[in-house]
C-alpha cells in the first residue's frame, strides 16, 4: 500500500505519519511506502517502509507527491480560518485551486487513489443553538467553510467521474493542540486548555456558555485511518461525512481542566474579541451524525479524556518545542 | 444604472438585452448604459441608451466588461451540461474559474454590483420522485451541476465580503428554447415541442411519464429582473433560491402540443439515449418553493401558455434563423 500525506508537517499530519509508522499496515495491508508532503519539508518518522519527504506549494503540486501506484492520499493541507479570512486570495489559491491540483494528479493515475479530505463544520452555519442532522445544508459564514464547501463538491463529482474516490471529512474544532496557539480562529479553544497545563495563561475570547463542537487528535487519526480503506460504495454521491464528535462548552471545558490540574483554570483570562466570537459564533455547536456511525466511524470519548490525552502524549513535547522548563510528573497532573 | 449582460449572445442574453431596451429602465431607475459581452460578439437591440459589445473569454474578463458604476450584472454564461460532462477542463474554467473571474472584477469596484446568477436545478441530485424543499441539499449528479454549486459557495462568500451582492437563481429547465437543438443534455425537453412546430421530427430519450421542472423565457426573464433589484438584506448569508417552475411530464407536454397544432405530436421519435436519460434522470422533477414566492418571485403560469408564448414569439424567428420555409399564421396553429 502506498500512501501520500499532504499537508505532513502540521500536527495532525505527523501524528497520522507517526501513526502509520508504529501500524506498519492499514486496512490489512502492508504499507510499502510514505510520501509526506508540506510547504516546509516535514521530517521522516522512524519507519520500517521508505519515506520520501517532499517541499513543495500545493499549488504546483511535483508529480512525486502523488506518484503512480499510489492507493491513499490525505489531504491535510490548508489555510485555515482566520488566515483565510485575512487573505481572500490565499485562501481560495491553497483551499480551492490546490483541491484542483490533487484532482489533476489523481487523474492522471489509471487506479483511482482514495482521496480522505479534510474538511469542516466551518463549512456549516447556524451558530450555537443550531443542532445538525445529516441533510443539513452547508451555508458557511466564512471563506475558509466555503472553500472546503466548494471542495468537496469537487472532489465528489471527481469521485463519481472515476478521477479519484474521494472520503471529506469535515473535522469539529480539534482539540487540544499541541504546540503554539495558531491563526485558526478556534485557536482559543485549545489555548484554554494547553497553556495553563504548561503554567501559561490564555485568552478567551467567548463567554463559558459558549458550546463547540470539539474532536481529540486521537479520534481525528482514527477517522482518518478508517476512511483511507472503508467502502465509499454505499456513499452514493454523496462523499462527505460529518463526525461524531462531541459538544462541550466553555465552562465545562475549564471543570476538566481544572479536575486534570486544581487551580489551572485562573490563568484563563476573559478578554472579548468581536473578530473572532464573530467567526466562531457562526460554526454550529452541535451534530446528529447516525450516517457517520453507520459507515462505522467510532464513537468519541468524553471531554476529560480528551484532556488525558494531551496530558500524556503532547504535553511534554509541546513544553519542551517552546523551550518551556520541563515538569516532574506532566501524566501525574490529575 | 448601469447593466452589463455576460452570456449575451445566447437566447436568454438576448431575450433580457432586448427587454431592457423596451423597457428602458429597471426598477423605478432609467438605464444609462448596457454592455453585452460573449464568445461570439453580440448584438446589440435597438435601445435609447448606449450599448457596447463586447466579445471575448470569461476567463479573461477585459475590464470594460464589468466598468466601475456598474449597478447590475447578470451572468449566464455557462457551459451547458452535456458539454461539461463531455468535457471536464472546459466546464471547470468557465463554469467555476469565470465566476471567480467575475468577483475579482466586482471587487476592483468600490460600490459593489449586483451580480445576478444563473445556478441550475442541475445541481441538485434526488430524481424523479423527490419533492425538493428550500433547505434540500445540492448533491450533484454532474459536473455542470457541481460547478453551478460550487460557484454559489463562492459568490455567497463573496456577497457576505462585500465584494459584490450576489444572487443565484436556480433556473429549472427552460423551455421552449428556440433556434436549434444545443449540448444541454436537456435539449429535447424543448425539441419535442418546437421541432414539431416547425413540421420537423424529435428524437424523445426518455418515457411520456418522465417529469420535468420547467420554466418559460419570459418567466425566467422576469425572475431575473425581479432579482436584479431585490433587496438581498432579508436572505441573509444564503443567496441563491430554487425558483417557482413548473413540474410536468413529457405526456403533458405532447398534450399540449397536441392542443396547440392536432397532429404534431406525431413526430415525436422514440429513440433512448442512455447518456442523456442519466444526466436528466438525476434531476429532481418538483420543488416546493415557498421563499421565492415570499421573495416576491411571480408563479408560472401552465404548461399551454409556455407553448403559446413560444407560437406567439420564438417560432417565427427560428423558422427564419434555421432557413424553413415561412408558415402561414403560425399565432393561428393553436
Known sequence: MQITILGADGFLGRKLAARLARDKQ???????????????????????FPVACLAG????????????????????AAVVSAAAEADYDLGITVNLHGTERIIAACRQHSKPPRVVFTSSVASFGGGQNAVLGDDARQIPANS?????????LLLQDASRRGFLDALSLRLPTVV???GRPNQAASSFVSAIIREPLLGLPADLPVSEDFAVWVAS????TDWLLHAATLDSGPMGLDRAVNLPGLSVSVGEMLAALESAK?????????????????????WPAAFVTERASRLGFAPHPPFRELVR??????????????????AGNENGVA
Request: hydrophobic share 50%; glycine share 8%.
Open 176 to 178: 487540544v493542540r499541541p
Open 26 to 48: 492499514l486496512g490489512g495491508r502492508l504499507i510499502e511506502r510514505l510520501v509526506l508532503f508540506d510547504i516546509a519539508q516535514p521530517s521522516a518518522p522512524v519507519a520500517a
Open 57 to 76: 506549494d500545493l499549488t504546483a503540486l511535483p508529480a512525486a507527491a502523488i506518484p503512480a501506484g499510489t492507493d491513499i492520499v490525505f489531504d491535510l
Open 309 to 326: 490525552e494531551f496530558i500524556a502524549e503532547d504535553l511534554a513535547a509541546t513544553r519542551a518545542e517552546r523551550g518551556l522548563p520541563a
Open 144 to 152: 475558509y467553510g466555503a472553500e472546503k464547501a466548494a471542495s468537496e
Open 217 to 220: 487528535p486521537r479520534s481525528v
Open 262 to 282: 486544581p487551580g489551572a483554570s485562573s490563568l484563563v483570562r476573559r478578554v472579548t474579541d468581536p473578530r473572532i466570537a464573530e467567526i466562531v459564533g457562526s
